[in-house]
């Protein structure tokens, strides 16, 4: 049984930075693509980045273009948020997802197989 389990979220002042992890854990030797999503209330879950299984590529929703940065460990199946230059807009509830079969979309919730309970993040003006 897979298991996805974000951490790192809290509440921060505007232009301020956290780190969110989260690792994907039950499939040894499974290499998974790892994405970021959130959603804010009454919004619906919207992509923030994703990584491929290798970490050769990385994708970004426009809105968090050079402020976001995602990593992973390339041993296991962990992967990283550094949220830079945060806004208030920026709060909302983050979910990791693990994607571990192919896909042709990375950016598309449809395509991860697990998913987190989330994490709160909270920006303040």
């Known amino acids: 049984q897979v298991q996805v389990q974000e951490s790192g979220g809290g509440l921060v002042k505007s232009g301020g930075s956290l780190r969110l992890s989260c690792t994907a854990s039950g499939r040894p030797g499974s290499r998974a693509a790892m994405g970021w999503f959130r959603q804010a209330a009454g ?7 994703a990584i491929t299984w290798n970490g050769d590529t990385t994708y970004y929703e426009d809105s968090v273009k050079g402020r976001f940065s995602i990593s992973r460990d390339k041993a296991e199946n962990t992967v990283y948020l550094q949220m830079n230059s ?25 395509s991860y197989d ?7 993040v909270t920006v303040s003006s």
């Open 114 to 120: 697990y998913w987190g309970q989330g994490t709160q």
């Open 43 to 49: 919004t619906e879950r919207q992509f923030v980045a």
């Open 86 to 110: 945060l806004k208030p807009g920026d709060s909302a509830v983050y979910y990791c997802a693990a994607a571990f079969y192919g896909t042709p979309s990375l950016r598309r919730a449809v």
